[in-house]
T-cell receptor, first 113, second 113 residues
């Protein structure tokens, strides 16, 4: 039982490049989330999903796209990376009642030059 | 809009003293309030949570209190130890049709030996 796994752990991009971050969970959770963490800003919700085939915008969705084609996977895409997207990205999942623990992945450190 | 405010942003206490971190939330329908601890370079981990039908909850040296009328909740750590040094995040569930968690901006706690 691996919990929530994020890949890659580190990545450096040039401005304008694209990439996809993968989040996988093996707990049969309904809800999955993508957060970004910046110094002094806390954890800000980018997008989330309440089940397979669904996605919804969070607090800071601009410049990102997501997909949840399979229940266990939640992908975060950057189509044209910008330096403002330099951050640590965390994926999380939960059962989906809105009143329970979030399980976080180990994070992805992304730098956009 | 939906938001969670957290204070202070940094807090230094002497070992053995108590620490208090305060949060306010905007969504009066929020009914779940977790606290996460994040050690340097690690993922956030749930340390305690409280539901809206409870005013206080304790777990050994940590406690959380909730004032629904004022939309305040607080984390109390007693008899602080060096291993309590970390960043602490409060969060609130936002019930805009589907449940999502909005986090505060974090408090960096330093326990001085």
């Amino acid at each position: 039982n691996a919990g929530v796994t994020q890949t890659p752990k580190f990545r450096v991009l040039k401005t304008g490049q694209s990439m996809t971050l993968l989040c996988a969970q093996d707990m049969n959770h309904e809800y999955m989330y993508w957060y970004r963490q910046d110094p002094g800003m806390g954890l800000r919700l980018i997008h989330y999903s309440v089940g397979e085939g669904t996605t919804a915008k969070g607090e800071v969705p601009d410049g990102y796209n997501v997909s949840r084609l399979k229940k266990q996977n939640f992908l975060l895409g950057l189509e044209s990376a910008a330096p403002s997207q330099t951050s640590v990205y965390f994926c999380a999942s939960s059962y989906g009642t809105g009143r329970e623990k979030l399980f976080f992945g180990s994070g992805t450190q992304l730098s956009v030059l | 809009g939906e938001n969670v405010e957290q204070h202070p942003s940094t807090l230094s206490v002497q070992e053995g003293d108590s620490a208090v971190i305060k949060c306010t939330y905007s969504d009066s329908a929020s009914n779940y309030f977790p606290w996460y601890k994040q050690e340097l370079g690690k993922r956030p981990q749930l340390i305690i949570d409280i539901r809206s039908n409870v005013g206080e909850k304790k777990d050994q040296r940590i406690a959380v209190t909730l004032n629904k009328t004022a939309k305040h909740f607080s984390l109390h750590i007693t008899e602080t130890q060096p291993e309590d040094s970390a960043v602490y995040f409060c969060a609130a569930s936002m019930s805009s049709g589907t449940y999502k968690y909005i986090f505060g901006t974090g408090t960096r706690l330093k326990v001085l030996a």
